[in-house]
């Protein structure tokens, strides 16, 4: 049940447009729904004006279904993140309204609106081709949770001329998403060009010393560029969450 | 030379109230003054907006003076970080104007007004007494940077109801800066709670397998409360650089 | 041979109603059977109570079924751990009488009454439903073990009122055992919570900078919450174990 | 405020000994006293039966001091772990009362009654003389937790025999805290001869690829004696205050 | 070429036996045959008298019935190790005198005389059912470099008397070899137990903290017992050959 | 577009013999070719004088296919690396001028002549036959890049006279790589031999302690051997690029 | 108490010439003297033929002092290892019979004669100067067990002529010691030209990606070399107490 | 011996104007000049053609000037690196004509000329002032190799114009060294920017995640710039040498 709803419901209540009964039934399932392996938690969207998501990695299909019918009884949106193809396929035949983007590795249901938010688009900038798993997973995460996206891909710093050809584009957006394997190089150069605030995503690709994008996540770390600020290995959706944070603060004031 | 400055200078010479030549001369030492071993970038103000910092860290005394010195000749503000109690004495014989603040291992130099960023408070949170050098190095650099300062200490999990007890105090902040040592659970139940940014600085309190400050810092990239974002392990500084990265692209809209 | 039988056989040799050549042949085989890759030890059960254990994972399916059927062959109840659906699908097929748990990947042999261990149940609580396979095998040894269970299931921090919800469950319980990934917070907010003993299991839930149940492991080590004890990652059994011999201490007194 | 204490306090305001505002004034620094750069939960008492304990290791002799009064107010016992020798000059000069045992790091403050805990001792066994120091911040916390300690020490597994000459007085505990470095292999040994709950304590003794306590810690999470449970390297704390929570869950049935 | 062939070569040379001409050419192919990817060294055998050993893990099938081939043409045994059992198909097609060990995932080529090597045997002792492949892949490469082994399998310190059973056994060898996975403590134990040379494999067997062998390895290169050795993780061939270098340098004196 | 044909044009232009026009034409699609998941950089050949490489690792055959594509159409040599052969079988069928080389795993398109990159040869010097994809991708690059290529294989220190056999070979080359797992000890070895430059290239052979070559990584760079240098894990193509580097600056002066 | 000393008295109670009660008396503190921190294990000698062992590192020169004077007591040999001068100069102070090698950083109490072990001596090859206070620790205790030593110093693999010139030093030698820091390439290369029992020692020696030995450890465990066994980084006591286990094995045939 | 003057004294003997015994004389302490405890290489001059060099880290004041006399005596140069200032004070006065170079850690004695290395400097860039220390070891290296330095000094990459900035300075030079520690990133942006050879040389300069230079060694190591190599953690001294190779390599052809 998202903010706005919950808000409607109270005022009918306070108004006399709706009796205590119902606006209780309305609200029967609250705060949570307990499926024995899990508790849907339909608090969530009320107190952090998300959709519900589902990590889609160490459950089974049939675990995925339960928690997504669950959640879209009650007009939530839905994104399951790291479905794999073979998993992703059971689940949509359980569920065919669900949308399935396959480089992203996420589902989506999308049957409530989703509000529009920040003013300005978010900035997914990647390092190189390989990134483009992550970086398509915050892409379609950022569009679920209302986000425009600005998509800077494949300006490694080894050119770093490409970035450089980029700029004002990054200076246009509210929030940069900067996504590289190997060294991670790419997030100190563009935290030294903007002034706004920088979500660096480290990535798996790479090998040998690259140890599984622990380089990268070192270095961002590290990273010698002030007030850059790290999410985990691979995490798209992760960095996707947090500049939704950030517009939402900023929608706050 | 801060974007104010520079405008207006600009603005001058736009009008003929000032010579070219007269600007020329003003600009004369940008984009850098080199001093052999450093490079002071008075550019930077101009494109972060920001005083200039010094990681005294790895510095001699007589570098940190040497870089302090032609900051300050320019009229900015200088933060000189991680500055242990002998080398803070020998610098600040050398520059007396320079305040030193012992919890926080940081010098200050306030010579130009600070602008006001931000219309609420930032949170500091720490879960510890111990935590406290990294959360006055946070607080102290937010000051720094114009944002006013909401400290919520010593509210670690092991006893979660000192956290809800402050549940209100957060709510009414713009970003959140959870500081935590040993596991670092905090950040996690901080992410849950509020809908706001939430940036986690594991730090090196702790012992065994604490790692100095890894198992703090894996805990918090691998937090389950979505979109928490992660900095050094005790770095301060740079969590509440990314506080002030965020709350300049609030104002900017 | 468990120690009931043991006495028993021994109290017929003090009183003759059992020749000494008799008891000898019965206990010819002790201390243990050897099957020249494995030694079977029928002195555990005496020595501890409980039901021969044997680890999967490593072994052929030749080897559990060869070991299994010396243990049966005494009259005690087997555990057969960490045995995948293909193995387990070998191993029942040439032992009808083993029952699998595809969940819990246990395959168990019932043909002992177990006595009942303690008066109040043991909690098994976990962060979330990728846990499940780790707490069922945890839940399902302690069922062999004798002990009842109470499942507190899906109550990771990130929503801390899931589990703030269930606390009365929790404190009518003997043991708690959470298990949880990612960051493991979940340890110390229970710990912090309930004063009986508690036993945390990291599970490997999770990825990147989770190194396969890592994280969690070094931040329940580094618990803030005071006598929270460990095991190792997705050692579902081992804390089921651990719990078996705190009740059995309970029960001496 | 322990528990006793609060029940008596309640009681004599439900027979009318007591009015309601006197009983207030005494519950009104409940539930927290902040100190600023420290809350003192004087409920963890309420809630876990035990004195306040004060990590020392990262706070200043100030700090220390000022906590310790804080709780000592209270009436009830202080103990500050981890607090080297020059520390705890400086906090027992600030604190007379206060009683330092420089091979345990640990000063007390004994001002209450401690009740009795268990009816058996709690065994703590060590590797080797180099283990002391954890041993004995483990036995004198367990004396501050009431429980008796019986002390069994230097037998490591390199002499097996000097260990299973003491097996009877194993036998006789109720719980076995078995410390060693190096290897470890100290718990798996016993965690195999003994039916009741262990709980294992790597130390950082030794050099090389003893990397600090990280084989021993390693040794003991896979130990192959099953059951075993383990806390963080050096914990003796953490060792004592997990028996007293096993302890204390006997006594209650 | 063995250094008895070498050496009856010469002699016959030095009595005239046998023409320059007539040994050039019998030496023509010293010291090693180039196959282009492989260097064949015939002298090895010469400078530590043992057959030809051929890493099977990462080469293609041909490569390794390249090498054996040519090994083979000069009369010298062959010893094929890490074989997995399709590749050792398709290279026991080509070479049909190799006899394959599945278990332990060897293969063999025998046709010179092994002399015996030692009077005593040699131990093989193991914690477990599954060090078995690495046992075995000892046991094989032992009695290919001619000494005689004495298996005691399953013997871990978790049921000591297992071991303690065994004592006498492990007197009567020349050299102990202790293999184990987990937390490896069989290998202290056994060190502390006899006075020969020991000589430790960790193996790869366990689960979580155990890291692949990680360890056991760090246990036993810290074990409390003195003087104990220790080779590569699941190097049962290592042990073995270290075995060798042992008995070779007692039969000189 | 190579320098030597940008250099050409612009002498066209210089003389008049070309157009501006048409010049511009030529160069229209600098500097880069956007092809949305992939920014191909025709100026890097310019810049650095080599073909486009290609990353053939985490990229889908059609983005391989399609960046392959782009760069072949401007006339330049294309080198894929890192392409297993079923994702390699895809990309031919669709550009069947690609040459796939099955042992170094690259792929290549020869469509422009190479100029011959220094005047000696480029030793590639390995310590095994397991080390051959790694050797082999080393001197396919090298080819590609104009070096000519002095193979000195299978040299491992274990038998130091097969190494001191080759020395000489190795005086006359101009560069040395040396490509060795397990251990790495070639890379010292060799460093003390040779007074050139030495690249050396730790590879993933072994297994255990090895850790994916991890201890050859380290070996290398820790070399008694003063000036050694290192490239990743496994990098065959980049040590390559290395010594075309030296070559280019050695032809440079 | 040593072994030849136990028969001797045995003997005199089997011929009578000592009565049961006086060898009862001599036999009385075993099998072990307990200090209260320390078990003096009198039965270790018996069971290893060795002097008691005291590891000085961990222990306050009091302890050591104490054990060092119970061991004394009934005439044994001591060797205390890892002792730093200042903690010497304390232990030397209260026991002025014991000898302190500042290099080699042991003291030594020889008030038994040492029997001579082994007919041919211990090499102990070291790759630098700097590994020289291993090598020492390392050769004196050889020098307390009864082996002759044999030094080949400093003849690290850069310069491979330096090893090679001693070869023959080398084959008279029963069993090597190879003491390496950095990369401890040295291991390798020794162990590929001889044919006895090569024990490999790494030292902290180096910095960097050294990582205080492990480069060396990993370098040594992985050894292209077959049959080098490794103890723990630095310790030079554990491997001359693992060349004397041969030599002891040697000597029973 | 530098290679000069051995084919001086050769030529001398061809000619006559020397007699073979006294050139036998001069020659006399070749190969080696053994000191018991260091074996100085006098032939390694002639084999790499450079001073001899003493790692001064871990030897004694005693060793180093043991050392450093001998190489004296022949005439050759001296270099002594990570020679800390209390050593150095105590080496010094054994031998005053060493000069020391405290920002550098080295100490010089030059008494024969240094043949000018390469036509063109070689580039010493790094990130930061606190990497002065490496840098200076590198260039007083270079200095004493016969290199040309060019300092291009606090060239950070989040100051990206600092380094565009001092672009030609880069292509001016032969070889770029890049000293960085952090992230490393520079090394990347470096090496895409310049066509010749590139030495990166991570520093321990950082903290927490920097892990003492294991970010920025890793960063390095995967640098998404081709054809970077990579020396150990702070050895500015290697780095040098291996660009000392490099234009060796090229005065040669």
Same mark, same amino acid.
């Given at each position: 049940? /998202?903010? $706005?709803? *919950?808000?409607?419901? *109270?005022?009918?209540?306070?108004?006399? $447009?709706?009796?205590?009964?119902?606006?209780?039934?309305?609200?029967?399932?609250?705060?949570?729904?307990?499926? =024995?392996?899990?508790?849907?938690?339909?608090?969530?969207?009320l107190?952090?004006?998300?959709?519900e998501?589902?990590?889609?990695?160490?459950?089974?299909? +049939?675990?995925?279904?339960?928690?997504?019918?669950?959640?879209?009884?009650?007009?939530?949106?839905?994104?399951?993140?790291?479905?794999?193809? $073979?998993?992703?396929?059971?689940? !949509?035949?359980?569920?065919?309204?669900?949308?399935?983007?396959?480089?992203?590795?996420?589902?989506?249901?999308?049957?409530?609106?989703?509000?529009?938010?920040?003013?300005r688009?978010?900035?997914?900038?990647?390092?190189?081709?390989?990134? *483009?798993?992550?970086?398509?997973? !915050?892409?379609?995460?950022?569009?679920?949770?209302?986000?425009?996206?600005?998509?800077?891909?494949?300006?490694?710093?080894?050119?770093?001329?490409?970035?450089?050809h980029?700029?004002?584009?990054? /200076?246009?957006?509210?929030?940069?998403?900067?996504?590289?394997?190997?060294?991670?190089?790419?997030?100190?150069?563009?935290?030294?060009?903007?002034? =706004?605030?920088?979500?660096?995503?480290?990535t798996?690709?790479?090998?040998?010393?690259?140890?599984?994008?622990?380089?990268?996540?070192?270095?961002?770390?590290?990273? !010698?560029?002030?007030?850059?600020?790290?999410?985990?290995?691979?995490?798209?959706? =992760?960095?996707?969450?947090?500049?939704?944070?950030?517009?939402?603060?900023? +929608?706050?004031?």
């Open positions: 049940m /998202d903010p $706005a709803k *919950l808000r409607e419901l *109270l005022e009918q209540v306070q108004s006399g $447009a709706r009796s205590v009964d119902d606006a209780a039934l309305a609200l029967k399932d609250l705060p949570f729904a307990d499926l =024995g392996y899990a508790v849907v938690d339909h608090h969530r969207a107190r952090q004006g998300v959709p998501v589902i990590l889609g990695q160490s459950k089974t299909a +049939a675990q995925i279904v339960g928690i997504a019918t669950e959640v879209a009884r009650t007009g939530q949106n839905v994104l399951v993140s790291r479905l794999d193809p $073979a998993k992703a396929h059971e689940v !949509c035949r359980a569920m065919p309204a669900l949308r399935y983007h396959e480089m992203a590795r996420v589902a989506t249901l999308e049957q409530a609106p989703i509000p529009r938010l920040g003013t688009p978010v900035a997914v900038v990647t390092a190189g081709t390989s990134d *483009l798993p992550v970086s398509e997973e !915050c892409a379609e995460t950022l569009r679920m949770l209302g986000a425009e996206v600005e998509r800077v891909y494949d300006v490694g710093v080894a050119g770093i001329h490409r970035l450089l980029r700029r004002q584009a990054l /200076d246009a957006t509210s929030v940069i998403i900067v996504i590289a394997g190997m060294e991670g190089a790419l997030a100190s150069v563009v935290g030294g060009l903007v002034e =706004g605030p920088v979500i660096a995503v480290p798996s690709v790479g090998y040998g010393a690259a140890f599984e994008g622990l380089a990268a996540l070192l270095g961002m770390l590290t990273s !010698c560029a002030s007030g850059v600020t790290v999410v985990n290995i691979d995490n798209g959706f =992760g960095a996707a969450f947090a500049a939704a944070r950030i517009l939402r603060a900023g +929608a706050r004031g």
